[in-house]
């Protein structure tokens, strides 16, 4: 009788805990009324934890009466929340206030994603004030610039010499930066339209890895997204040396309410660079965004920008004439160089929250895109009296759509998160045109012009299964692609086609080994497309070559201020391609191998100075050339970048920053050699009240640098024979500019 009656107690307990438990619904919001993403929710009692959305909303399970939750965000002070009885019947509405950066306060199991939150980081304790600085926020990555900010930059990242973005993905809000079969170069992404102030998250991945991310991420991708709401409007003024002027307006159009927000933005920016023939360079950026939460807290997002740019250009220039006194560093062989460019952007952002497990994302954009430049890569190789002057131009409109459903479940202790997302882009450009010119007036023969029609059609589907510490995520995506090209310069219509599908796998899998120490293992196979030109005159051959790769990882908190992260990684391409522009054409140099490992540390050595450093070792090599005769030409095998940041030290703030990149081959043999350099800015800021005033430094040790460079075969008007050697853009030299901003 006393076992029955212990029984009917025992079972009388579990049915009173089944009824107590609880499922507690909220919002987490700011001071100012916005929602915040990526908040850790965690039970104290229970162990079980959650994060919120992108409109701030969180569900978290098997909550008691009486439990305690602990709502934490880096840069947020935290909050205990006590779960009452009216828990379960009210959704709370949680305001987190903001406060200083604590790298102390971070720990790494409680974080959506430790890399996003590094980047957070950065731009926190050393904001970006040019499109230059958005780049080189992504740890690892190096960039170069071959006209003064005109063209696209030159990339480098994991010894790749990406040129314009052949082996990297870059978006905005959704919308891609990377243009497919463009006049100057495959995958050429073009950053100059993101003004940087208006730049809230940087969110990057190295590798193959990512289900989401399609064409061009072989070395890696980086998604920027926009601020929904600007703190404060301001205004900024800036000049420097060099003619130099830049220009901000940044106003909020509407009180900042939990229901909507929109600003616009404006940048003006001029300049004649260090150049001994003026660069001319001026750039007129306009951005807007509109945001609108509706009474069920789904989102809706409208942003509209235009950006228009045009320049001189000096372009790279032959180290012989330089050496034998002809010309400056800053001097030009064909100062006729140089181009215009501008884009317009539409793009459409809905959030909607279908269920309490289950949410829609789904953005549609469009894009209208021109693109004109004129380049002489060689002189008087090819043309002996006209020079060999080229033009490349293109009118280009892009339409596309991206949708992903998340949905949320358990299967009995094991968390699970399904993401299924479907894509569609099409480009169709009108007259892409190389042509031979004589300066920049005269159009002497047209090499190719014709019409491209380019579709990519995407479906990826991505599981997460969390199993107490160990977390598997199983991937695959499908890429569709349509190519048609009309050759215009052909004497009848001619209408070439070429389709392809390939199918990319994925597999990672990570371990939380403790609070502070996470262990990773990705796998993977991306691919990078090949010009459409080329895909249809060689019958199809080489459309989506492959890149097969492995990191295996840890990103490690020892210290309380101390965050690292390192990567031993390993990467295999199919086929390489080098895009040569000026002849349009695109040459395959075969199989690569790459393998190198990456460091990162974060370290706060007081509540307002922080250490930053990130190093990228790497062995390239092309697998089919014998040895000594195999190297890649401009992948870089060492890098490094870092610095120190003050952040908010009695009205101060400020920093110094470096980038160095090791000697490197520039050809197949490495007799030709391109110069490492070593190169230091520097930026300090004072705020009272309302203004700031501002002191920034490019190149303050003022050391001769070469920003690009190539090994290039060419010849001069008074040579008789051709010359190999290399051919560079000049770094800045010491470059002193100052600010004042206002904000209100």
């Known amino acids: 009788m006393k076992t029955q009656q212990l029984l009917l107690l025992f079972l009388f307990l579990l049915i009173v805990l089944k009824i107590d438990a609880q499922q507690v619904k909220g919002q987490v919001i700011n001071e100012l009324n916005q929602p915040l993403e990526a908040v850790y929710v965690y039970n104290l009692n229970t162990k079980t934890h959650a994060h919120t959305s992108e409109t701030g909303q969180f569900i978290i399970e098997n909550t008691n009466q009486g439990d305690s939750l602990k709502l934490g965000l880096l840069g947020y002070k935290t909050k205990i929340l006590s779960v009452t009885e009216d828990s379960a019947k009210s959704v709370f509405t949680i305001v987190l206030q903001e406060k200083l950066f604590q790298l102390e306060e971070m720990v790494i199991e409680e974080q959506l994603s430790p890399v996003s939150t590094i980047s957070r980081l950065d731009l926190s304790t050393n904001p970006v004030n040019s499109s230059q600085d958005v780049l080189r926020k992504v740890p690892g990555l190096i960039i170069g610039q071959h006209a003064g900010g005109g063209k696209a930059e030159q990339i480098f990242l994991r010894g790749f010499d990406i040129d314009h973005g052949t082996d990297i993905s870059i978006s905005v809000d959704g919308m891609p930066v990377n243009m497919v079969s463009h006049a100057h170069g495959q995958g050429y992404a073009d950053l100059h339209f993101l003004i940087p102030e208006t730049v809230n998250k940087i969110d990057f991945g190295k590798g193959p890895y990512y289900a989401k991310e399609g064409d061009f991420t072989t070395a890696g991708y980086v998604d920027f997204a926009t601020k929904d709401y600007l703190k404060d409007s301001e205004v900024t003024f800036s000049i420097g ?320 201020k101390l965050v690292v992260n390192s990567a031993l990684w390993y990467l295999f391409l199919d086929q390489e391609f080098v895009y040569v522009g000026d002849a349009g054409i695109v040459e395959p140099s075969g199989k690569t191998e790459r393998y190198g490992f990456d460091l990162g540390v974060r370290y706060q050595l007081s509540n307002w100075l922080f250490i930053d450093t990130d190093a990228t070792l790497t062995h390239a090599r092309s697998v089919e050339d014998p040895d000594g005769e195999n190297y890649i030409p401009l992948a870089p095998n060492f890098t490094m970048a870092g610095g120190l940041a003050v952040n908010n030290l009695n009205g101060f703030s400020g920093g110094l920053k470096y980038r160095f990149v090791d000697d490197r081959p520039a050809n197949e043999d490495n007799s030709i050699v391109a110069e490492g350099y070593f190169v230091t800015d520097f930026n300090v800021n004072y705020t009272i009240h309302n203004l700031t005033f501002g002191v920034a430094i490019e190149n303050l040790f003022d050391v001769d640098w070469n920003e690009t460079q190539f090994a290039t075969e060419s010849r001069l008007q008074n040579e008789p024979e051709a010359v190999e050697e290399i051919h560079f853009t000049p770094g800045t030299p010491f470059f002193a500019k100052a600010m004042v901003t206002y904000r209100f």
């Open 241 to 560: 040396q060099f003619n130099t002027i830049r220009t901000l307006g940044m106003i909020d159009l509407l009180e900042k309410t939990k229901n909507q927000n929109s600003y616009l933005a404006v940048e003006y920016l001029e300049g004649d660079g260090p150049f001994d023939s003026p660069q001319n360079f001026n750039r007129i950026n306009l951005f807007g965004k509109y945001v609108m939460f509706s009474p069920e807290n789904d989102k809706l997002t409208l942003t509209a920008s235009h950006f228009t740019s045009r320049w001189d250009a000096s372009g790279q220039i032959p180290q012989r004439e330089v050496d034998n006194g002809n010309i400056s560093r800053f001097g030009a062989i064909d100062d006729t160089e140089g181009g215009q460019t501008q884009r317009t952007n539409l793009n459409v952002e809905y959030y909607k929250n279908v269920s309490e497990n289950t949410s829609l994302k789904t953005n549609a954009f469009y894009s209208h895109y021109n693109f004109e430049l004129y380049s002489n890569f060689t002189f008087f190789l090819e043309d002996p009296v006209n020079g060999d002057q080229i033009k490349q131009k293109e009118n280009r409109d892009i339409f596309g759509l991206n949708s992903e459903l998340n949905y949320t479940t358990n299967l009995g202790n094991v968390a699970l998160k399904l993401t299924s997302g479907l894509s569609l882009r099409h480009d169709n450009t009108t007259d892409t045109e190389l042509s031979h010119t004589l300066n920049r007036t005269t159009t002497l023969e047209q090499i190719q012009l014709g019409d491209i029609n380019q579709t990519n059609a995407a479906a990826y589907f991505n599981a997460d299964f969390e199993m107490g510490k160990f977390t598997i995520a199983p991937a695959v995506r499908l890429d569709h692609f349509k190519f048609l090209y009309t050759d215009k310069l052909s004497e009848t219509y001619s209408a070439e086609a070429e389709t392809k599908a390939i199918v990319s796998p994925k597999l990672n899998a990570f371990y939380n080994a403790n609070n502070n120490l996470k262990l990773y293992l990705k796998t993977g196979i991306g691919f990078h497309s090949n010009d459409a030109r080329v895909v249809v005159s060689n019958s199809g051959e080489d459309i989506l070559p492959r890149a097969y790769g492995a990191d295996l990882g840890t990103i490690w908190k020892p210290f309380s």
